[in-house]
């Protein structure tokens, strides 16, 4: 069973920036795709970030310029580097990551971290 764990949410001020980091329990190198989603209240989950284990990133068109997706193998981990955050950003961030095997698609979540952008 794999297990995502994301850290590094919390409350920052409009414009602040905030690391998100998620570690995965086995190689990174595992899975087709990883990526950052992120749901507000209210709202479907959506899609923030998303990097392939071939490094190919892809981010929504909200955050592009702002949020950073990288991938550290040594330590089975992918970060979300957000900057200049808005108050539009707040949402549970969640990370996930996608392995094909045998012509199946295989989808893991983590249990979600906060996002608070507000003064």
């Known amino acids: 069973q794999v297990q995502l764990v994301e850290s590094g949410g919390g409350l920052v001020q409009p414009g602040g920036s905030l690391r998100l980091s998620c570690a995965a329990s086995?190689?990174?190198?595992?899975?087709?795709?990883m990526g950052w989603y992120r749901q507000a209240p209210g709202k479907e989950r959506e899609l923030v970030a998303s990097i392939t284990s071939g490094g190919d990133t892809h981010y929504a068109d909200s955050v592009k310029g702002r949020f950073t997706i990288s991938s550290a193998n040594a330590k089975n981990t992918v970060d979300l580097q957000m900057y200049s955050l808005k108050p539009e950003d707040t949402a549970v961030y969640y990370c996930?990551?996608?392995?094909?095997?045998?012509?199946?698609?295989?989808?893991?979540w983590g249990q979600g971290t906060q996002v608070t952008v507000s003064s």
């Open positions: 086995r190689s990174i190198f595992t899975f087709n795709t």
């Open positions: 996930n990551a996608r392995t094909i095997l045998i012509g199946r698609e295989y989808s893991y």
